[in-house]
């Protein structure tokens, strides 16, 4: 009897023995390097740089992937819990979405022309042309949160988007275009 525990224990610690150095690995890892190793193991890329975060990220799933999952009951409570907030358990992986608090919708910019505007600007001999959404804006097919991420598109640097846009002017104070 004694014999068959110890070779039990020797094969559990066989079989974590690839888990414990995978995750060795990554504390030797640069950040582009668990970057690429978040991409192989949760199959789309991450636009974190932080180096403990992708590692936490990463050794969370190669244990998951090793040892299993939630338990069926554990998925079953989540599933319980999130019914009625507009949550699923997401498709794949066997995760729950976390529930998102609220975010208090901010006033519209004052600087923003009325939803459906589309701004034009040229650069560089190319007109661009920016459709302006209720929550957001339109250019080339692809939403964005704010004028400065689509200058930023265009332009390859860093631009004020209302700047760029001509909807205000340097030094104008109070939401005043001018």
């Known amino acids: 009897m004694p014999r068959r525990r110890h070779e039990a224990a020797r094969r559990a610690r066989r079989a974590v023995a690839p888990i414990t150095e995978q995750l060795a690995a990554l504390r030797k890892m640069t950040v582009g390097e668990l970057r690429e190793r978040y991409r192989e193991v949760f199959g789309v890329p991450t636009r974190s740089r932080n180096k403990d975060y992708l590692r936490k990220k990463i050794a ?33 992986n066997g995760h729950a979405a976390r529930p998102q608090p609220e975010r208090a919708r901010r006033p519209r910019d004052p600087r923003l022309p009325e939803p459906g505007t589309v701004l034009r600007r040229e650069h560089k001999g190319a007109v661009h042309e ?27 640097t860093r631009w004020n988007g209302f700047l760029f846009f001509g909807l205000s002017r340097r030094g104008s104070r109070d939401g005043e275009a001018g």
């Open 60 to 92: 969370w799933c190669i244990q998951e992937l090793e040892e299993g999952g939630l338990s069926e009951r554990a998925l079953a409570r989540i599933e319980e819990l999130t019914r009625g907030n507009g949550e699923d358990v997401l498709p794949g």
């Open 130 to 156: 920016v459709t302006v959404l209720e929550d957001g804006f339109l250019y080339n097919g692809q939403r964005y949160r704010s004028l400065s991420q689509v200058a930023r598109t265009i332009t390859g």
